[in-house]
């Protein structure tokens, strides 16, 4: 028996604008298991941050349930937000072990370790949001998001307006950090090279509805949804090889997607034949 997921969503209907305004949510259904690292994709309008803030709690379901953990961590599109702009970073990222419980020094000793392991000096924690350079300030979001090890991180696009290398680096910093805590992750993006290098499983969603849901491997090559072809359109790593040499890191996923997309389409099939044979 399949371990229960640690996030469900059935049915849900939700209308953001209230019970007079559109549902920008239609009979949305999926689930996320313990650990697991789940993308989001589709067009910009369709309803996925309406999901994640759905989850959070922060907007009503009109029809339908929702079965999420209580403790869940947010990792905002524009890092500034995630702070108050007159309190020093430490304070912020503090603050959620604080409201957990725990007592002031033991919460700033957990703090300052995760703000280290991201690479972050006293100097610059000691500092106000607005002082620090923008990937620091991501960086120190990733640890306000992390540091009382959250069951589910809601991540809304943390790599918009980043430059390709530096969302590949984010991605995998964030990634090993989250992996390393087996916190289970649901990261929203329109872009599929994102999902390449975050997913252990890719959602697509499309007129309020998830309308396909595969390893990144599948979608790849095998894409069942006309808007699941038209992002695909909009990858470059996987239509242009020196686009896709341009991204790469040594050891990346983009480092040569035409391989890695044959071995996860591989691992699919072997895992779907094994489910018919059961």
Do not use: Y
């Amino acid at each position: 028996m399949s371990p229960a997921p640690i996030m469900q969503l059935i049915g849900a209907v939700v209308r953001p604008g209230g019970p007079e305004g559109p549902a920008v949510l239609k009979d949305c259904s999926f689930s996320i298991q313990s650990g697991q690292t789940i993308v989001l994709v589709g067009e910009s309008g369709c309803g996925k941050t309406t999901t994640l803030r759905t989850i959070a709690g922060l907007i009503p379901l009109e029809e339908g349930t929702l079965r999420a953990p209580d403790h869940i961590g947010w990792l905002p599109q524009h890092p500034l937000t995630a702070f108050n702009p007159r309190w020093p970073v430490i304070r912020s990222v503090v603050e959620p072990l604080r409201l957990a419980g725990a007592s002031r020094a033991e919460a700033r000793q957990k703090s300052r370790k995760l703000l280290e392991s991201l690479k972050l000096s006293r100097m610059q924690w000691d500092l106000r949001p607005s002082a620090l350079s923008g990937g620091q300030l991501r960086r120190a979001a990733i640890a306000r998001a992390l540091v009382a090890a959250p069951h589910l991180v809601l991540a809304d696009e943390p790599t918009a307006g980043l430059d390709p290398i530096a969302a590949l680096q984010l991605i995998d910093l964030f990634k090993n950090l989250s992996k390393s805590r087996e916190t289970s992750v649901l990261w929203v993006t329109h872009d599929l090279g994102v999902a390449s290098a975050a997913a252990d499983r890719v959602l697509v969603l499309a007129n309020g509805k998830i309308v396909e849901a595969a390893r990144m491997g599948r979608l790849a090559t095998n894409p069942r949804t006309e808007i699941t072809r038209k992002l695909l359109g909009c990858w470059l790593p996987l239509n242009s090889a020196s686009a896709s040499q341009q991204l790469a890191k040594p050891g990346s996923v983009t480092a040569n997607p035409a391989a890695w997309i044959r071995e996860e389409l591989e691992e699919e099939l072997e895992e779907e034949a094994g489910e018919e044979e059961e």
